[in-house]
């Protein structure tokens, strides 16, 4: 008897377990701890779940109001110059950003346009959280004269014009039109504001309410905006045995960069959870975009939300007072909070350049060297580790030129496709 198929058959069951685990070390499914198979778990879309009630909005989830909502999100007639609607600088087709490094509308303000898609999920609004709801957050940039430049009563006047079926169906009667002026608001030009100062209480409050009802309207709208499932997922669902797992969806170099991602990168402490953001404030020490007056983020929002007739807390909010827990226990001397942005959700981040609240950084090359370099903060303390410091909160991100490349390759894979979804739940 010839022995030698057997001694083939005795090397292959031999060599392709060894095979098997080196392609299983190699792609990673297999090496991760029990701890970090949990991190990663952490991470997956589906973690998402449904979007937190907005109980400051009682249309916030009205199928009727999204589809006003969306159909305001993209009227330019919401402007000064009939040419500038959210989707001017939200555009849908590049993941509702503009690529630009700072926000283009009738003039050029000063910071850069933020991604929309998850932020339902989100706590406060604006880079620096001036806004503690969606509908609230809305509002500004119609009256701020960077962006649409509208005013108020111009925009009630367009509602009655152009939108009034639909906007009575969810609200009910607009405020009469007749006695108001062309153009008032407290927060316009001087003759906006003297026009407005002319109005009775009861003018101002009914414009007002009509005002946050559009606001209302378009949260809807943005709520349902989602994104969704990355190769990313894929990989991580093949590690901890999510639906739609592909152990295959990441290259080798893509697996390193997400050991270092969760590992020693510390990335995973400020880019947490589904979205992959913490929602919360940080100061990373990046070079502010005017040195001369640099931006102070979120210390310099906290009065102006609790201020804000328009906030949780407000006569326009539908919430009762004891669910505005959020803003009634802000924490207003709180040290890390100057020069603090928000962390933005890293899904689909490689296909949004440049980066950081103003632009600052080009590519995401710069961004990962920029957290290597953890560069003192011009106004604040950067929470980074720095090289050669005595004390401080963190280690540094001390990563070698290839594993920096690793890490990029990592945020590369972070690209999914975005929809609108009908519960806030990922797509
Ligand atoms: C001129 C460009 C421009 C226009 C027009 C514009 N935005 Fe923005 N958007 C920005 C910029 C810039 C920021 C960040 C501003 C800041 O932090 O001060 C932003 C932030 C946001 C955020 C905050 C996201 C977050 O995670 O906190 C939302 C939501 C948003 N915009 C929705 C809208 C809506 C709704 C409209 C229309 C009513 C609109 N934007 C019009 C540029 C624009
Ligand atoms: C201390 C918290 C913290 C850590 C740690 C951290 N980030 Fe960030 N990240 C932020 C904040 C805050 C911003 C926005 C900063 C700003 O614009 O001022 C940001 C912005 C970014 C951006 C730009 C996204 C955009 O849309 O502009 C990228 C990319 C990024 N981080 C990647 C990483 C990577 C990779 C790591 C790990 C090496 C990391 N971050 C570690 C908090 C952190």
Known sequence: MNAKPWLAAAALCLTLPLALAAWRASTGVGHWTEAERTTLASLHISRLGAAPADPSNAVATDPAAAALGKRLFLDTRLSANGRVACASCHAPERGFQDGRPVGEGLATGSRRTMPVPGVAHARWFFWDGRKDSLWSQALGPLEDAAEHGANRVQLVRLLAQAYRPDYEALFGPLPPLAGLPVAASPLGAPAERAAWA??????????????????????????????????????????????????????????????????????????????????????????????????????????????????????????????????????????????????????????????????????????????????????????????????????????????????????????????????????
């Not at 933005?344 to 632009?359: D, E, F, I, W």
């Open 198 to 427: 002319q109005l009775s209480p009861a003018q101002q409050q009914a414009v007002d309410r009509a005002f946050a009802n559009l606001g209302k309207a378009i949260a809807a709208y943005e709520r349902t905006l989602m994104p969704g499932a990355s190769r990313f997922d894929r990989y991580v669902a093949a590690v901890t045995g999510a639906p739609d797992a592909d152990a295959q969806a990441l290259t080798e170099a893509e697996v390193r960069g997400l050991r270092l991602f969760i590992g020693k990168g510390q990335c995973v402490s400020c880019h947490a959870g589904p979205l992959l953001t913490d929602q919360h404030f940080h100061n990373t020490g990046l070079a502010p975009r005017l040195p001369a007056s640099p931006d102070r983020g979120r210390a310099a929002a906290i009065g102006r939300v609790a201020a804000d007739p328009f906030n949780c807390l407000g006569r326009y909010s539908d919430a009762p007072a004891e669910s505005c827990s959020e803003l009634r226990f802000i924490a207003d001397d709180d040290p890390h909070m100057m020069g603090a942005f928000k962390t933005p959700s890293l899904r689909n981040v490689a296909t949004r350049a440049p980066y950081m609240h103003a632009g600052q950084v080009a590519t995401l090359e710069a961004a990962v060297a920029h957290y290597v370099s953890a560069p003192a903060a011009a106004v604040g303390h950067s929470e980074l580790g720095r090289p050669g410091q005595r004390r401080g909160e963190r280690v540094p991100i001390a990563l070698t030129a290839a594993e920096a490349a690793d890490l990029v390759a990592l945020l590369k894979s972070l690209s999914g496709p975005v929809c609108e979804s009908r519960d806030g739940r990922p797509c």
